[in-house]
């Protein structure tokens, strides 16, 4: 069973920062690239961030390039989102994501809501 655990959210002020990450299990985990994407309130899902099996290709939505990192342990199955300088924008509800064999999957997701 494909399982995607995420942790480290939480409540920050602007310009603050959070560690993500995510813990894989159910799957080849260092055989496969990872994503995070995220849910904020009343909106459809954003792709925040891709990285591939040996984690030396990143990708980044635009709205967080140069704020946010994407890395991977593959002998621990676990990706990691860095989020450096928040916005209260960032508010949302983070998922770590796979494709496998053509179906989707998503962890239960871990809160981050920047405020003041």
């Known amino acids: 069973e494909v399982q995607l655990v995420e942790s480290g959210g939480g409540m920050v002020q602007p310009g603050g920062s959070l560690r993500l990450s995510c813990a894989a299990s159910?799957?080849?985990?260092?055989?496969?690239?990872m994503s995070w994407v995220r849910q904020a309130p009343g909106k459809g899902p954003e792709w925040v961030s891709g990285?591939?099996?040996?984690?030396?290709?990143?990708y980044y939505a635009d709205s967080v390039l140069g704020r946010f990192t994407i890395s991977r342990d593959n002998a621990k199955n676990t990706v990691f989102l860095q989020m450096n300088s928040l916005k209260p924008e960032d508010t949302a509800v983070y998922y770590c994501?796979?494709?496998?064999?053509?179906?989707?999957?998503w962890g239960q997701g871990t809160q981050v809501t920047v405020s003041s």
């Open positions: 994501y796979v494709v496998l064999r053509g179906a989707r999957y």
């Open positions: 159910g799957f080849t985990f260092s055989s496969n690239s």
């Open positions: 990285i591939n099996t040996g984690g030396d290709s990143t």
